[in-house]
């Protein structure tokens, strides 16, 4: 054999190798620019509003003054007046406490705090008294009307955290931060900071919703 078909067949060898290392080699994803991109993401938010529900409230109250030691209301101090009007609640995630952190080959970790009510507010636009009266000795103020609504803001905050609306505003930021996740390639262990510590082989992962996938 010619020193001429040696180097050709060295020259054969060699590109094979090389096209069946690159075609073999899979390309990695690196997880500190999905970081990145992520807290690039957050950097100028502090909250990160996952539901925004509107409410209609009506609004009751009835005062009288009594005669001391007596449970008897005294003439021409009743005051009484029923209101409606519309409100928002908004509730969402911390952002300043999120951690980004590498979970190992493609795959990432973020740690969430638990959402929370970020607001409740009336829409005083929208405001509407009804049945409204005083006596004679008494009247009906702006700042009463002002405290039954700031109070009534209050239980509907209770009732819809009773009603469950943080666990589903919980269920909301996992999916925006996977979005932002699954298009790089990689794997989202998400989870929150009160979760007990997992071990990476029994993590489960969240799939990306179906209605973003089809974007």
């Known amino acids: 054999m010619t020193a001429t078909m040696?180097?050709?067949?060295?020259?054969i060898v060699l590109t094979a190798v090389c096209t069946l290392l690159i075609f073999k080699r899979k390309p990695t994803k690196n997880a500190e620019t999905v970081r990145s991109v992520i807290m690039d993401g957050i950097m100028n938010v502090s909250e990160l509003a996952t539901i925004r529900r509107n409410f209609q409230s009506i609004v009751t109250f009835s005062d009288s003054k009594k005669i001391p030691g007596l449970n008897v209301n005294i003439p021409g101090t009743t005051r009484k007046f029923m209101l409606k009007y519309n409100g928002t609640i908004v509730c969402g995630c911390d952002l300043t406490k999120v951690k980004v952190s590498d979970g190992g080959t493609d795959r990432v970790k973020i740690t969430?705090?638990?959402s929370e009510i970020l607001d409740v507010y009336a829409d005083f636009n929208t405001l509407e008294v009804y049945d409204q009266s005083a006596g004679i000795f008494t009247s009906v103020k702006l700042e009463d009307q002002n405290r039954e609504i700031t109070a009534d803001l209050e239980q509907v905050k209770t009732n819809e955290i009773q009603n469950g609306i943080l666990e589903l505003a919980d269920g909301n930021v996992k999916h925006i931060l996977e979005s932002v996740v699954v298009p790089k390639g990689m794997l989202?262990?998400?989870?929150f900071a009160d979760e007990p510590e997992r071990l990476?082989?029994?993590t489960s992962h969240l799939t990306l919703p179906a209605k973003l996938e089809d974007d």
């Not at 989202?188 to 989870?191: H, K, T």
């Open 188 to 191: 989202a262990d998400i989870v």
């Open 6 to 11: 040696i180097l050709v067949l060295a020259l």
């Open 112 to 114: 969430l705090p638990r």
């Open 200 to 202: 990476s082989d029994s």
